[in-house]
């Protein structure tokens, strides 16, 4: 093994090296850190230096494939995101916040068997779904578990009378989208069938977002229905193998992202945020609570694509897209509400720059802060432009986890409110249109939403009939009425700015 082979295979393990001057600085886990890696690094120091040198000239890391991990060990590295979530679980262990849930409804004569085999199936091939975060010497590791197999548990409600069952399919959906994780022991992922008709059942999901997100929930709608159609007509499971699995992620990152880049995409957001609000939040109805409860609740509404479709071909003219034209609109809507001219607002990134990652499930995701700023009140087509290199740049400096950004950013905290930004939009396709169970209607089961990470979060799924969208919202702070209102203000928000695109907002 070559001195760049025993670097890459350092960086797998979590160890972090750094030139400063004609020092090497370290950083990683202290059992990774023994007696003969040290020797190692003071034997080698001058090489290592060099070697650190010129590979800070090679090209972007997104540019390096991503192969199977040499780790010979049982354990590997978190990536970076899943470091700050494993820290905010320390922090807050009993919180459901931080989990990715919700809840299908299958109308149709289910097959149990076939739906278990299919469950299981995704649990073999995903080996983060069967992944825990042990500690040793108090720094995390990721190991996965050896058990492939699941167990669907099955709670058999039809014979309950109406007024029965809801209150039992209450207490089951918050004993299994609520009830915290251990994520030193697992599983990180749960599931439960609720048997409720002859023809009507209901599958229950939650995993712990260390281990999942937004688009890891696309992937599983697509998998469940190929291996459920699959098993159902008594054939075998035909998906293609996975060429690399999560934690060879979590090692390629290590591996590929210096601490120089992280450094450099911190100067870029200090450089971004300076001077913006540190609260940009619609006015509430209730004193802010001295701490965040997390306490929520939703509002469902929809826009016509006779809304989104004018929307779209003025964003096309400015060469950016409908979800750039959503994002100005919702900073529109905000600035009027708080009567600022600068507004923070957030939104999530998928973050998987390589193709290797679009298959697999685990966290990825990523939130990034866009700074806006109206102060000259300038056209609708103005913001798009502004809005859109916002999100370009974004884009280009979104390695460093939000949550590490805040900590680096080194803000005074306020526990009423979330740092930095305190609202989000999310646009994202519609993950039941990836699930088709063959002969089963599915649908989205209406799993209540009671908890919520941020003031406001406006959640948009684009369908073939416009936008269906949902309001999500801290209940400490908004009564529904007037999440209601503001949902008939965006609405009419949209129209406006079609109808005049030129005019100064």
């Known amino acids: 093994m070559n001195l760049q082979e025993q670097l890459k295979e350092l960086a797998c393990r979590g160890l972090m090296l750094q030139p400063d001057g004609d020092q090497l600085r370290v950083k990683g886990p202290k059992q990774v850190l023994t007696p003969a890696v040290q020797s190692f690094l003071k034997q080698h120091k001058i090489e290592l230096l060099k070697l650190l040198e010129l590979e800070s000239a090679l090209p972007a890391p997104a540019l390096?494939?991503?192969?199977?991990?040499?780790?010979?060990?049982?354990?590997?590295?978190?990536?970076?995101?899943?470091?700050?979530?494993?820290?905010?679980?320390?922090?807050?262990?009993?919180?459901?916040?931080?989990?990715?849930?919700g809840g299908l409804e299958f109308r149709g004569i289910l097959q149990i068997q076939a739906l278990e085999?299919?469950?299981?199936?995704?649990?073999?091939?995903?080996?983060?779904?069967?992944?825990?975060?042990?500690?040793?010497?108090?720094?995390?590791?990721?190991?996965?578990?050896?058990?492939?197999?699941?167990?669907?548990?099955t709670e058999d409600l039809r014979d309950l009378?109406?007024?029965?069952?809801?209150?039992?399919?209450?207490?089951?959906?918050?004993?299994?989208?609520?009830?915290?994780?251990?994520?030193?022991?697992?599983?990180?992922?749960?599931?439960?069938?609720?048997?409720?008709?002859?023809?009507?059942?209901?599958?229950?999901?939650?995993?712990?977002?260390?281990?999942?997100?937004g688009t890891s929930l696309e992937v599983f709608a697509r998998e469940l229905g190929h291996l459920y159609r699959q098993y159902a007509e008594g054939l075998t499971a035909d998906l293609p193998g996975l060429a690399i699995q999560y934690n060879d992620y979590a090692c390629w990152q290590h591996a590929v992202i210096s601490d120089q880049r992280l450094q450099s995409q911190t100067a870029y957001w200090r450089q971004r945020l300076a001077g913006a609000p540190p609260l940009t939040t619609f006015p509430a109805d209730a004193s802010r609570p001295p701490t965040q409860s997390y306490r929520g609740a939703i509002e469902r509404f929809t826009i016509s694509a006779e809304t989104i479709e004018p929307l779209r071909q003025i964003a096309s003219q400015c060469d950016s897209t409908l979800f750039i034209a959503?994002?100005?609109?919702?900073?529109?809507?905000?600035?009027?509400?708080?009567?600022?001219?600068?507004?923070?607002?957030?939104?999530?990134?998928?973050?998987?720059?390589?193709?290797?990652?679009?298959?697999?499930?685990?966290?990825?995701?990523?939130?990034?802060?866009?700074?806006?700023?109206?102060?000259?009140?300038p056209t609708f087509t103005e913001l798009l432009e502004q809005t859109r290199e916002a999100v370009r740049g974004g884009l280009e400096n979104q390695d460093i986890p939000f949550e590490q950004l805040v900590a680096d950013l080194q803000t005074d905290r306020d526990p009423s409110y979330s740092p930095v930004l305190q609202t989000m939009l999310v646009l994202r396709r519609e993950p039941l249109?990836?699930?088709?169970?063959?002969?089963?209607?599915?649908?989205?089961?209406?799993?209540?939403?009671?908890?919520?990470?941020?003031?406001?979060?406006?959640?948009?799924?684009?369908?073939?009939?416009?936008?269906?969208?949902?309001?999500?919202?801290?209940?400490?702070?908004?009564?529904?009425?007037?999440?209601?209102?503001?949902?008939?203000?965006?609405?009419?928000?949209?129209?406006?700015?079609?109808?005049?695109?030129?005019?100064?907002?």
């Open 64 to 101: 390096t494939p991503i192969t199977p991990s040499q780790n010979a060990g049982d354990q590997y590295p978190l990536s970076f995101a899943q470091r700050r979530f494993w820290f905010l679980h320390q922090l807050e262990p009993d919180t459901s916040v931080y989990h990715v849930s």
């Open 117 to 153: 085999r299919a469950l299981s199936e995704i649990v073999q091939r995903h080996q983060i779904l069967r992944t825990v975060f042990p500690e040793t010497d108090g720094s995390p590791c990721q190991r996965v578990q050896d058990t492939a197999s699941l167990s669907l548990r």
């Open 161 to 213: 009378r109406s007024s029965e069952l809801e209150p039992q399919v209450e207490r089951l959906v918050n004993e299994v989208l609520h009830h915290p994780f251990d994520l030193r022991r697992g599983p990180l992922f749960r599931v439960r069938l609720l048997l409720l008709g002859p023809q009507r059942s209901q599958l229950l999901i939650c995993l712990h977002h260390i281990i999942a997100d």
């Open 326 to 377: 959503l994002l100005s609109a919702y900073a529109v809507l905000l600035s009027k509400y708080t009567r600022q001219p600068q507004v923070v607002l957030g939104t999530p990134v998928g973050n998987r720059p390589r193709q290797e990652l679009e298959p697999l499930i685990g966290l990825f995701a990523n939130t990034i802060a866009l700074h806006l700023d109206l102060t000259s009140a």
């Open 433 to 505: 249109r990836l699930l088709d169970m063959g002969d089963i209607d599915v649908i989205g089961a209406d799993v209540g939403q009671t908890t919520a990470r941020l003031d406001s979060t406006l959640e948009l799924e684009e369908r073939a009939d416009g936008i269906a969208g949902t309001w999500e919202y801290a209940s400490d702070l908004y009564r529904p009425e007037t999440v209601r209102r503001m949902i008939a203000h965006f609405q009419t928000l949209l129209h406006r700015l079609t109808d005049q695109p030129d005019h100064p907002m």
